[in-house]
Protein backbone atom coordinates (compact mmCIF):
# COMPACT_ATOMS: atom_id res chain seq x y z
CA UNK A 1 0.00 0.00 0.00
CA UNK A 2 3.31 2.25 0.84
CA UNK A 3 4.50 1.71 -2.56
CA UNK A 4 1.12 2.35 -4.42
CA UNK A 5 0.65 6.03 -2.19
CA UNK A 6 4.20 7.28 -2.99
CA UNK A 7 3.87 5.91 -7.05
CA UNK A 8 0.27 8.12 -6.82
CA UNK A 9 1.55 11.06 -5.25
CA UNK A 10 4.84 10.82 -7.93
CA UNK A 11 2.20 11.03 -10.76
CA UNK A 12 0.03 13.28 -8.94
CA UNK A 13 3.22 15.61 -9.46
CA UNK A 14 4.51 14.84 -12.56
CA UNK A 15 0.98 15.62 -14.02
CA UNK A 16 1.00 19.10 -12.29
CA UNK A 17 4.15 19.85 -13.85
CA UNK A 18 3.05 19.13 -17.04
CA UNK A 19 0.39 21.22 -16.38
CA UNK A 20 2.24 23.71 -15.10
CA UNK A 21 4.75 23.83 -18.02
CA UNK A 22 1.52 23.41 -20.88
CA UNK A 23 0.35 26.76 -18.96
CA UNK A 24 3.42 28.38 -19.79
CA UNK A 25 4.01 27.44 -23.15
CA UNK A 26 0.00 28.52 -23.72
CA UNK A 27 0.97 32.66 -22.47
CA UNK A 28 3.91 32.53 -25.25
CA UNK A 29 2.24 33.94 -28.01
CA UNK A 30 3.45 35.73 -31.10
CA UNK A 31 3.06 38.82 -29.88
CA UNK A 32 5.02 38.26 -26.55
CA UNK A 33 7.67 36.59 -28.62
CA UNK A 34 7.96 39.66 -31.11
CA UNK A 35 8.02 41.77 -28.15
CA UNK A 36 11.13 40.05 -26.77
CA UNK A 37 13.11 40.23 -29.78
CA UNK A 38 12.26 43.80 -29.75
CA UNK A 39 13.21 44.52 -25.77
CA UNK A 40 16.73 42.26 -26.99
CA UNK A 41 17.28 44.39 -29.76
CA UNK A 42 16.51 47.57 -27.80
CA UNK A 43 19.18 46.72 -24.78
CA UNK A 44 21.55 45.67 -27.32
CA UNK A 45 21.25 49.22 -29.22
CA UNK A 46 21.40 51.61 -25.88
CA UNK A 47 24.83 48.97 -24.66
CA UNK A 48 26.29 50.38 -27.78
CA UNK A 49 28.05 53.58 -26.56
CA UNK A 50 29.27 51.11 -23.81
CA UNK A 51 30.59 48.19 -25.86
CA UNK A 52 32.26 50.71 -27.75
CA UNK A 53 34.26 52.60 -24.77
CA UNK A 54 35.08 49.19 -23.57
CA UNK A 55 36.85 48.34 -27.08
CA UNK A 56 38.29 51.51 -27.60
CA UNK A 57 40.41 51.79 -24.14
CA UNK A 58 42.11 47.96 -25.52
CA UNK A 59 42.90 49.33 -29.18
CA UNK A 60 46.05 49.90 -30.29
CA UNK A 61 47.02 53.65 -31.53
CA UNK A 62 46.93 51.74 -35.44
CA UNK A 63 43.69 50.56 -34.52
CA UNK A 64 42.59 54.27 -32.66
CA UNK A 65 43.19 56.26 -35.76
CA UNK A 66 41.94 53.60 -38.51
CA UNK A 67 39.85 55.14 -41.12
CA UNK A 68 37.03 53.76 -41.19
CA UNK A 69 37.05 53.42 -37.74
CA UNK A 70 36.56 49.60 -36.31
CA UNK A 71 33.87 49.38 -33.50
CA UNK A 72 35.32 46.30 -32.26
CA UNK A 73 38.86 45.66 -31.50
CA UNK A 74 41.40 43.21 -33.61
CA UNK A 75 44.51 43.54 -31.35
CA UNK A 76 43.57 44.04 -27.80
CA UNK A 77 46.27 45.68 -25.42
CA UNK A 78 47.40 47.12 -22.02
CA UNK A 79 49.66 49.69 -23.73
CA UNK A 80 47.29 52.52 -23.23
CA UNK A 81 46.89 52.17 -19.57
CA UNK A 82 50.51 51.77 -19.45
CA UNK A 83 50.65 55.47 -20.98
CA UNK A 84 47.94 56.46 -18.57
CA UNK A 85 50.29 55.37 -15.60
CA UNK A 86 53.24 57.15 -16.84
CA UNK A 87 51.66 60.13 -17.97
CA UNK A 88 50.51 60.88 -14.29
CA UNK A 89 52.68 58.95 -12.25
CA UNK A 90 55.47 61.11 -11.01
CA UNK A 91 58.31 60.95 -8.07
CA UNK A 92 56.30 63.37 -6.03
CA UNK A 93 52.29 62.25 -6.39
CA UNK A 94 52.08 58.69 -8.14
CA UNK A 95 48.91 57.79 -9.66
CA UNK A 96 47.40 55.44 -6.65
CA UNK A 97 47.59 58.56 -5.05
CA UNK A 98 44.78 60.01 -6.58
CA UNK A 99 42.22 56.64 -6.59
CA UNK A 100 42.93 56.95 -3.07
CA UNK A 101 41.47 60.35 -2.71
CA UNK A 102 38.98 59.55 -4.85
CA UNK A 103 38.17 56.32 -3.30
CA UNK A 104 38.03 57.91 0.55
CA UNK A 105 36.08 61.06 -0.57
CA UNK A 106 33.13 58.99 -2.06
CA UNK A 107 32.90 56.42 0.19
CA UNK A 108 32.63 59.00 3.37
CA UNK A 109 30.35 60.88 1.04
CA UNK A 110 28.23 58.43 0.14
CA UNK A 111 28.14 57.00 3.78
CA UNK A 112 27.27 60.30 5.68
CA UNK A 113 25.07 61.46 2.93
CA UNK A 114 22.66 58.38 3.25
CA UNK A 115 22.74 58.48 7.63
CA UNK A 116 22.03 62.13 7.34
CA UNK A 117 19.56 62.09 4.85
CA UNK A 118 17.63 58.94 6.44
CA UNK A 119 18.06 60.50 10.29
CA UNK A 120 17.06 63.44 9.48
CA UNK A 121 13.90 62.44 7.57
CA UNK A 122 13.29 60.08 9.85
CA UNK A 123 12.98 62.57 12.91
CA UNK A 124 11.33 65.02 11.16
CA UNK A 125 8.86 63.17 9.56
CA UNK A 126 8.17 60.68 12.24
CA UNK A 127 8.69 62.96 15.38
CA UNK A 128 7.57 66.10 14.00
CA UNK A 129 9.72 68.53 15.79
CA UNK A 130 8.31 73.11 15.74
CA UNK A 131 9.32 74.47 12.14
CA UNK A 132 9.32 70.76 10.66
CA UNK A 133 6.90 72.24 7.85
CA UNK A 134 9.20 75.26 7.47
CA UNK A 135 12.53 73.69 7.23
CA UNK A 136 10.78 71.19 4.74
CA UNK A 137 9.75 74.19 3.00
CA UNK A 138 13.44 76.05 2.78
CA UNK A 139 14.75 72.40 1.75
CA UNK A 140 12.27 72.81 -1.21
CA UNK A 141 13.12 75.43 -1.96
CA UNK A 142 16.84 74.48 -2.50
CA UNK A 143 16.13 72.37 -5.26
CA UNK A 144 15.54 75.07 -7.15
CA UNK A 145 19.22 76.63 -7.37
CA UNK A 146 21.33 74.70 -9.39
CA UNK A 147 24.51 73.88 -7.68
CA UNK A 148 26.85 76.14 -9.80
CA UNK A 149 25.24 79.04 -8.24
CA UNK A 150 26.34 78.10 -4.15
CA UNK A 151 29.85 77.73 -5.47
CA UNK A 152 30.79 80.82 -4.56
CA UNK A 153 29.22 80.91 -1.34
CA UNK A 154 30.18 77.53 -0.52
CA UNK A 155 34.03 78.61 -1.14
CA UNK A 156 33.55 81.26 1.06
CA UNK A 157 32.03 79.06 3.76
CA UNK A 158 35.02 76.69 3.29
CA UNK A 159 37.53 79.34 3.48
CA UNK A 160 36.32 80.54 6.33
CA UNK A 161 36.53 77.35 8.26
CA UNK A 162 40.07 76.79 7.23
CA UNK A 163 39.34 73.56 5.36
CA UNK A 164 41.06 74.45 2.22
CA UNK A 165 43.14 71.86 0.54
CA UNK A 166 41.61 69.21 2.62
CA UNK A 167 39.40 65.86 2.64
CA UNK A 168 36.95 67.91 4.76
CA UNK A 169 36.62 70.30 1.85
CA UNK A 170 35.28 68.07 -1.15
CA UNK A 171 33.11 65.71 1.70
CA UNK A 172 31.21 67.86 4.21
CA UNK A 173 29.67 70.22 1.30
CA UNK A 174 28.34 67.33 -0.38
CA UNK A 175 26.56 65.30 2.91
CA UNK A 176 23.37 67.53 2.80
CA UNK A 177 22.21 67.49 -0.41
CA UNK A 178 18.60 68.56 -0.64
CA UNK A 179 17.34 66.07 -3.38
CA UNK A 180 18.73 63.26 -1.41
CA UNK A 181 16.94 64.41 2.02
CA UNK A 182 13.41 65.01 -0.33
CA UNK A 183 14.12 61.62 -2.04
CA UNK A 184 14.42 59.81 1.40
CA UNK A 185 11.47 61.87 2.98
CA UNK A 186 9.15 61.00 0.54
CA UNK A 187 9.74 56.95 1.44
CA UNK A 188 9.86 57.57 4.84
CA UNK A 189 5.99 59.02 4.70
CA UNK A 190 4.77 56.01 3.66
CA UNK A 191 5.82 53.90 6.71
CA UNK A 192 3.49 52.83 9.42
CA UNK A 193 3.45 54.37 12.13
CA UNK A 194 2.08 51.50 13.92
CA UNK A 195 5.14 49.29 13.30
CA UNK A 196 7.23 52.00 15.61
CA UNK A 197 4.25 51.90 18.12
CA UNK A 198 4.60 48.19 18.34
CA UNK A 199 8.69 48.72 18.54
CA UNK A 200 8.38 50.61 21.49
CA UNK A 201 5.56 49.10 23.71
CA UNK A 202 8.36 46.15 22.92
CA UNK A 203 10.97 48.30 25.18
CA UNK A 204 12.85 49.35 21.92
CA UNK A 205 14.32 52.86 21.87
CA UNK A 206 14.53 55.46 19.07
CA UNK A 207 17.96 54.25 17.71
CA UNK A 208 16.94 50.30 17.99
CA UNK A 209 13.59 51.12 16.13
CA UNK A 210 15.14 53.44 13.18
CA UNK A 211 18.26 50.79 12.69
CA UNK A 212 15.94 47.49 12.87
CA UNK A 213 12.88 48.21 11.18
CA UNK A 214 12.96 51.84 9.17
CA UNK A 215 16.66 51.36 7.96
CA UNK A 216 15.69 47.95 6.03
CA UNK A 217 12.21 48.93 5.34
CA UNK A 218 13.78 52.29 3.67
CA UNK A 219 16.56 50.34 1.36
CA UNK A 220 14.89 51.06 -2.13
CA UNK A 221 15.42 54.28 -1.37
CA UNK A 222 18.82 54.55 0.27
CA UNK A 223 19.78 51.93 -2.23
CA UNK A 224 19.15 54.52 -5.18
CA UNK A 225 20.80 57.23 -2.75
CA UNK A 226 23.79 55.40 -2.66
CA UNK A 227 24.14 55.15 -6.32
CA UNK A 228 23.09 58.75 -6.75
CA UNK A 229 25.91 59.79 -4.71
CA UNK A 230 28.42 57.76 -5.32
CA UNK A 231 28.14 58.44 -9.27
CA UNK A 232 27.99 62.34 -8.58
CA UNK A 233 30.95 62.07 -6.30
CA UNK A 234 33.06 59.83 -8.60
CA UNK A 235 33.00 62.08 -11.17
CA UNK A 236 32.70 65.14 -9.66
CA UNK A 237 35.35 67.20 -11.40
CA UNK A 238 34.79 71.06 -9.83
CA UNK A 239 35.26 70.60 -6.38
CA UNK A 240 38.66 69.25 -6.81
CA UNK A 241 39.13 71.88 -9.11
CA UNK A 242 37.94 75.25 -6.59
CA UNK A 243 39.00 73.47 -3.50
CA UNK A 244 42.60 72.27 -3.75
CA UNK A 245 45.62 73.89 -5.21
CA UNK A 246 47.79 70.87 -4.10
CA UNK A 247 48.61 67.98 -6.30
CA UNK A 248 48.65 65.48 -3.34
CA UNK A 249 45.14 66.40 -3.02
CA UNK A 250 43.44 65.51 -6.36
CA UNK A 251 40.83 63.17 -7.41
CA UNK A 252 40.84 60.62 -10.10
CA UNK A 253 38.66 63.11 -12.51
CA UNK A 254 40.79 65.85 -11.99
CA UNK A 255 44.12 64.31 -12.73
CA UNK A 256 42.40 62.10 -15.41
CA UNK A 257 41.08 65.91 -17.21
CA UNK A 258 44.82 66.97 -17.66
CA UNK A 259 45.91 64.42 -19.77
CA UNK A 260 43.14 65.51 -23.07
CA UNK A 261 44.86 68.90 -22.66
CA UNK A 262 48.18 68.21 -21.22
CA UNK A 263 51.26 70.12 -23.53
CA UNK A 264 53.97 67.53 -22.33
CA UNK A 265 52.45 64.83 -24.98
CA UNK A 266 51.47 65.03 -28.12
CA UNK A 267 47.51 64.53 -28.97
CA UNK A 268 48.22 61.21 -31.39
CA UNK A 269 50.26 59.43 -27.84
CA UNK A 270 47.21 60.82 -25.26
CA UNK A 271 44.47 59.78 -27.53
CA UNK A 272 45.42 55.74 -26.07
CA UNK A 273 45.59 57.39 -22.25
CA UNK A 274 42.35 59.21 -23.13
CA UNK A 275 40.58 56.19 -23.81
CA UNK A 276 42.18 54.17 -20.96
CA UNK A 277 41.39 57.26 -18.52
CA UNK A 278 37.59 57.43 -19.73
CA UNK A 279 37.32 53.29 -19.24
CA UNK A 280 38.76 54.00 -15.53
CA UNK A 281 36.04 56.51 -14.84
CA UNK A 282 33.21 55.29 -16.16
CA UNK A 283 33.17 51.08 -14.81
CA UNK A 284 33.36 51.60 -11.45
CA UNK A 285 29.60 53.88 -11.69
CA UNK A 286 28.55 50.60 -14.09
CA UNK A 287 29.26 48.44 -11.61
CA UNK A 288 27.69 50.09 -8.44
CA UNK A 289 24.65 51.10 -10.85
CA UNK A 290 24.53 47.34 -12.18
CA UNK A 291 24.86 45.86 -8.43
CA UNK A 292 22.48 48.39 -6.70
CA UNK A 293 19.76 48.26 -9.33
CA UNK A 294 19.38 44.46 -8.45
CA UNK A 295 18.71 45.16 -5.21
CA UNK A 296 16.91 48.08 -5.30
CA UNK A 297 14.22 45.85 -7.63
CA UNK A 298 14.18 43.06 -5.03
CA UNK A 299 13.39 45.24 -2.59
CA UNK A 300 10.75 47.17 -4.42
CA UNK A 301 9.08 44.07 -4.76
CA UNK A 302 9.07 42.40 -1.32
CA UNK A 303 9.08 45.58 0.84
CA UNK A 304 5.83 46.68 2.84
CA UNK A 305 6.21 49.68 1.59
CA UNK A 306 4.50 50.45 -1.84
CA UNK A 307 4.62 53.75 -3.78
Known amino acids: ?20 KQKKLKKVTPGWVILYIFMILLVAFTALPLIYMISTAFKPL ?38 FNSLIVTVITVICTVMVSCMGAYGLVKHKPPGSQTLFNIIIAALMFSPHVTQIPRYMVVNKLGLINTYG ?65 WNDYFSPLIFTTSQVMKTLPLALQTIA ?24 TVVIFTSMQSRVLETMTYSGIKG
Open 1 to 20: MAQTQTVNVKQTKETKKKKV
Open 62 to 99: DELFAFPPKFFVRRPTLQNFRDLLSSLSSSTVPFTRYI
Open 169 to 233: ALILPNIAVAYNFFLIKQFTEQFPDELLEAARIDGANEWVAFWNIVMPALTPAWSTLVVFSFVSS
Open 261 to 284: GGPATSSIGRAGAVAAATFLMTMP
